[in-house]
C-alpha cells in the first residue's frame, strides 16, 4: 500500500513538471497535450471503482476515460505539425490495447495489467517534454530581424 502511494506521489510530481513545463514553454500542440495528460489523469481518478483499484478485472470507467483520451490525442496528431503527438498516441494505444487484451483473456495476472496500465503514462510525460523542448530549441534558433538591443 505505501509502495502504490509512493509510486503514484511520483507520478503526480512527473505529471505537474512536464506539463508546468509544457504550459510555459511550449506552443499550442504542448499546451493542449498537457492539458490532455492533466484531464486524462483527474478523470481515470474520478472514473475508477476506488483510489486503489484491485486490477483484478477490466475497470470500465478507466477504459472508457483511455478511449477518450486516446481520441483526443489521435485528433491532436492529425491536426498539429509537430511529431510527438505521433509518438504520444502511439504510446497511448498500447495502453489502450492493454485494456482490451485483459478484456479479451480474463486469467492476465493483476498486477502485471496495472504495472503495464501505469507505464505508459511516462513514456506520454517524455514525449511531451521532449516535444517542448524541440519547440523552445526551433524558437531560439529563428534569427528575430530588427530587434533592438538593450
Given amino acids: 500500500m505505501l509502495l502504490a502511494l509512493l509510486f503514484q506521489l511520483?507520478?503526480?510530481f512527473a505529471l505537474v513538471a512536464v506539463t508546468?513545463?509544457?504550459?510555459w514553454r511550449g506552443g499550442w500542440p504542448e499546451r493542449v497535450g498537457a492539458a490532455i495528460m492533466v484531464v486524462g489523469s483527474i478523470l481515470t481518478v474520478v472514473a475508477a471503482n476506488s483510489f486503489y483499484p484491485g486490477w483484478r478485472s477490466p475497470e470500465a470507467g478507466i477504459i472508457i476515460?483511455?478511449?477518450l483520451v486516446l481520441a483526443a490525442?489521435?485528433?491532436l496528431a492529425l491536426s498539429s505539425d509537430r511529431y510527438w503527438p505521433i509518438?504520444?498516441?502511439s504510446f497511448h494505444l498500447i495502453a489502450v490495447?492493454?485494456?482490451?487484451a485483459s478484456l479479451a483473456d480474463r486469467?492476465?495476472?493483476?498486477l502485471a495489467y496495472a504495472n503495464a496500465q501505469?507505464?505508459?503514462?511516462y513514456p506520454m510525460l517524455a514525449g511531451i517534454a521532449v516535444g517542448t523542448w524541440n519547440f523552445r530549441r526551433r524558437q531560439a534558433s529563428i534569427p528575430r530581424a530588427n530587434v533592438a538591443r538593450y
Avoid: P, Q
Wanted: hydrophobic share 55%; proline share 0%.
Fill in 10 to 12: 511520483f507520478y503526480l
Fill in 20 to 23: 508546468s513545463y509544457a504550459g
Fill in 65 to 67: 476515460v483511455d478511449l
Fill in 73 to 75: 490525442f489521435g485528433n
Fill in 87 to 89: 509518438w504520444v498516441t
Fill in 97 to 100: 490495447t492493454i485494456h482490451l
Fill in 107 to 110: 486469467s492476465v495476472a493483476a
Fill in 118 to 121: 501505469e507505464f505508459w503514462a
